[in-house]
């Protein structure tokens, strides 16, 4: 059973560019969150995608986006990097609807900006 | 006042004894209280989660819930020098139907010393 999978690994792009992130959730899960961390500091909570929706966004420029697959991956966008988007970029999935579902994360990209 | 706050450590502790990682939240409304394990350079893997006052026990982990004193916390029993990690505490907050929005603490920084 695979869990949630995140590409690319590791990734280096220059200020000012634009990169796109891309998480596969784990089987049966049909609910993806994204998280930015930070050297140091806990995730914090970029968006949330169910049913190919954006249904939640925590405090994050416009710059940020996504977008969720009818398969139910997704994809994070981020427009004109700036230095301080170096981070970890997290991917979570759970089972959607009500209730106290656990969320699983992928192995993350850390993404530096030069 | 931040919404999930933990002490940030270091948290020393000899091996086998217990290690006793703390976390108090703002939200009263909030349902779902997770632990995740973070080593360095990997991504969260939750290791407990607790829906309910009282005492949650899984392996050498109990976490413990008291929603009146908005405080939740993780012991590990027989400290092991794999447990050496940083904690995070995740909330999930009261929201609208299907929110899965997590609100994490800034971790604490274990060692645990052969």
């Known amino acids: 059973d695979a869990g949630v999978t995140q590409s690319p690994t590791h990734l280096i792009k220059t200020r000012g560019q634009q990169v796109t992130l891309r998480c596969s959730p784990k089987s049966g899960h049909d609910t993806v969150s994204w998280y930015q961390q930070a050297l140091g500091q806990g995730p914090q909570f970029i968006f949330q995608y169910y049913e190919e929706e954006e249904r939640q966004r925590g405090n994050f420029p416009d710059r940020f986006s996504g977008h969720q697959f009818p398969n139910y991956s997704s994809e994070l966008n981020v427009n004109a990097l700036l230095l301080g988007d170096s981070a970890l970029y997290l991917c979570a999935s759970r089972l959607g609807g009500q209730g106290a579902n656990e969320a699983f994360f992928g192995q993350g990209t850390r993404l530096t900006v030069v | 006042q931040k919404e999930v706050e933990q002490n940030s450590g270091p948290l020393s502790v000899p091996e086998g004894a217990i290690a006793s990682l703390n976390c108090t939240y703002s939200d009263r409304g909030s349902q779902s209280f997770f632990w995740y394990r973070q080593y360095s350079g990997k991504s969260p893997e939750l290791i407990m989660s607790?829906?309910?006052?009282g005492d949650k026990e899984d392996g050498r982990f109990t976490a413990q819930l008291n929603k009146a004193s908005q405080y939740v916390s993780l012991l590990i029993r027989d400290s092991q020098p794999s447990d050496s990690a940083t904690y995070l505490c995740?909330?999930?907050?009261?929201?609208?139907?299907?929110?899965?929005?997590?609100?994490f603490g800034q971790g604490t920084r274990l060692t645990i010393n052969p």
């Open positions: 607790i829906y309910s006052n």
């Open positions: 995740a909330v999930r907050p009261r929201g609208f139907q299907g929110a899965q929005k997590l609100v």
